[in-house]
């Protein structure tokens, strides 16, 4: 506790988290695709730009609440879907979507999450989001549509990236094992994290609890399950698809890797009500833009009326107030909350999200903008 409390920053975060995981499980988190030219542009992207602050005007309070895929939040931001939470920390989904309700921001789960989602759907109070793809078998996508409309969930994510997996070389080279299991080379790095080790090794905690009783024959062990889900993935799915998804569903429905303004156009005539710019936190096609790097443009396109999320890179509250100001309904985080999971379980999430909020307000306030929806183009550009 202690210890989080000394994290000034995201960044700070990072570094516990690196102390606390494995090499492997760390470098599987903090790893891109390819040369990793996306994952680096996507938090440069922000740097690039500068704030234009209003001066002399009354920013004695400053009103952060707004709506995200119509459900009401305290502030602009959501958590993004990451499967196997559970390989940074024993509490898993469990602990980030109880952070992310006590912050009164969306939780996305993932279909490689390691959590039921009806479990997840009675964790905290709230917005709950779920992550799915158009698999092979669409009765099994059909099936997650009606589960997810039982256990309550608010929006659905759909992500477009993952036709094939990113080449994520890190894995290779650090020798990582999915599910992480104990092998002659990977005993050194988990000996040396004896409380990780305990807590993440045992039992088969590391099955993807949505899918795997679609395993007739779990008994094999989790990589069958494993083997299973990586033959869903379907590279011929199309907009037709996403037309019937949108109305299998009939509620709030993002595309989530869309990166440009004719396929978030294409994805609000197909039925989606808004987008998710994202290159998968660098993870899929290496040389994709950066999200933040799209917003106006996305904007320009579909107008006022659809959520348009930037996800990827932020890591500072003001990242967010940048996003906003090219014309972001919100931004959305991955790396950044599972630094905290890892580093101190939902207390650490909590950290994560204090501190990102803390710079967010101090930022608006700074900046002379003493509500979200002033933010505009006039108060941000790109570094000449
Ligand atoms: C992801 N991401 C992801 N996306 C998704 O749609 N389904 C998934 O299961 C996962 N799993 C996943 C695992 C891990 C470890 C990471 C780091 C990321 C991508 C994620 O939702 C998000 O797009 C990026 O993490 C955003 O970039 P930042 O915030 O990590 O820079």
Same mark, same amino acid.
């Given at each position: 506790?202690?210890?989080?409390?000394?994290?000034?920053?995201?960044?700070?975060?990072?570094? *516990?988290?690196?102390?606390?995981?494995? %090499?492997?499980?760390?470098?599987?988190?903090?790893?891109?695709?390819?040369?990793?030219?996306?994952?680096?542009?996507?938090?440069?992207?922000?740097?690039?730009?500068?704030?234009?602050?209003?001066?002399?005007? /009354?920013?004695?309070?400053?009103?952060?609440?707004?709506?995200?895929?119509?459900?009401?939040?305290?502030?602009?931001?959501?958590?993004?879907?990451?499967?196997?939470?559970?390989?940074?920390?024993?509490?898993?989904?469990?602990?980030?979507?109880?952070?992310?309700?006590?912050?009164?921001?969306?939780?996305?789960?993932?279909?490689?999450?390691?959590?039921? !989602?009806?479990?997840?759907?009675?964790?905290?109070?709230?917005?709950?989001?779920?992550?799915?793809?158009?698999?092979?078998?669409?009765? !099994?996508?059909?099936?997650?549509?009606?589960?997810?409309?039982?256990?309550?969930?608010?929006?659905?994510?759909?992500?477009?990236?993952?036709?094939?997996?990113?080449?994520?070389?890190?894995?290779?080279?650090?020798?990582?094992?999915?599910?992480?299991?104990?092998?002659?080379?990977?005993?050194?790095?988990?000996?040396?994290?004896?409380?990780?080790?305990? *807590?993440?090794?045992?039992?088969?905690?590391? /099955?993807?609890?949505?899918?795997?009783?679609?395993?007739?024959? !779990?008994?094999?062990?989790?990589?069958?399950?494993?083997?299973?889900?990586?033959?869903?993935?379907? #590279?011929?799915?199309?907009?037709? /698809?996403?037309?019937?998804?949108?109305?299998?569903?009939?509620?709030?429905?993002?595309?989530?890797?869309?990166?440009?303004?004719?396929?978030?156009?294409?994805?609000?005539?197909?039925?989606?009500?808004?987008?998710? !710019?994202?290159?998968?936190?660098?993870?899929?096609?290496?040389?994709?833009?950066?999200?933040?790097? *799209?917003?106006?443009?996305?904007?320009?396109?579909?107008?006022?009326?659809?959520?348009?999320?930037?996800?990827?890179?932020?890591?500072?509250?003001?990242?967010?107030?940048?996003?906003?100001?090219?014309?972001?309904?919100?931004?959305?985080?991955?790396?950044?909350?599972?630094?905290?999971?890892?580093?101190?379980?939902?207390?650490?999430? /909590? #950290?994560?999200?204090?501190?990102?909020?803390?710079?967010?307000?101090?930022?608006?306030?700074?900046?002379?903008?003493?509500?979200?929806?002033?933010?505009? *183009?006039? %108060?941000?550009?790109?570094?000449?």
């Amino acid at each position: 506790m202690m210890q989080l409390q000394r994290a000034n920053n995201v960044a700070d975060l990072r570094t *516990q988290a690196r102390r606390k995981l494995p %090499h492997p499980i760390f470098e599987y988190l903090e790893g891109g695709a390819d040369d990793e030219v996306s994952l680096s542009r996507n938090s440069a992207a922000f740097r690039e730009l500068e704030l234009l602050p209003d001066v002399l005007v /009354d920013v004695s309070s400053v009103r952060t609440e707004t709506t995200i895929f119509g459900q009401p939040c305290r502030w602009p931001l959501m958590l993004s879907p990451t499967g196997l939470t559970r390989m940074f920390h024993g509490h898993a989904e469990l602990a980030v979507a109880r952070a992310a309700a006590r912050h009164g921001l969306p939780y996305c789960l993932s279909t490689m999450g390691t959590t039921r !989602l009806e479990e997840l759907g009675q964790a905290g109070s709230g917005p709950k989001l779920f992550q799915i793809y158009i698999f092979k078998d669409r009765g !099994l996508t059909a099936e997650f549509v009606a589960r997810c409309k039982d256990a309550g969930y608010h929006g659905l994510v759909l992500t477009v990236d993952t036709p094939v997996a990113g080449n994520r070389e890190r894995d290779r080279a650090s020798g990582l094992s999915l599910p992480p299991r104990l092998t002659l080379s990977s005993l050194l790095s988990f000996a040396l994290h004896p409380s990780w080790s305990l *807590q993440a090794l045992t039992g088969s905690k590391f /099955d993807l609890a949505n899918v795997s009783h679609r395993v007739d024959a !779990l008994a094999a062990g989790p990589m069958s399950l494993f083997d299973y889900i990586g033959g869903q993935f379907d #590279r011929a799915v199309t907009w037709r /698809d996403l037309e019937w998804l949108a109305a299998e569903w009939n509620g709030p429905l993002a595309i989530k890797g869309v990166m440009t303004p004719a396929d978030a156009e294409q994805s609000i005539n197909c039925g989606a009500t808004g987008v998710i !710019l994202s290159n998968h936190g660098g993870r899929q096609l290496d040389g994709a833009p950066a999200p933040a790097d *799209q917003i106006s443009a996305v904007r320009a396109r579909i107008g006022d009326g659809p959520d348009v999320i930037c996800d990827g890179g932020v890591r500072r509250g003001s990242d967010v107030v940048k996003a906003l100001a090219l014309g972001a309904t919100a931004c959305s985080i991955g790396r950044p909350y599972i630094y905290g999971l890892a580093a101190g379980g939902e207390a650490g999430v /909590d #950290r994560v999200l204090s501190l990102l909020f803390e710079e967010f307000e101090r930022t608006m306030t700074l900046a002379g903008v003493p509500d979200i929806a002033a933010l505009g *183009q006039r %108060h941000v550009r790109r570094r000449s």
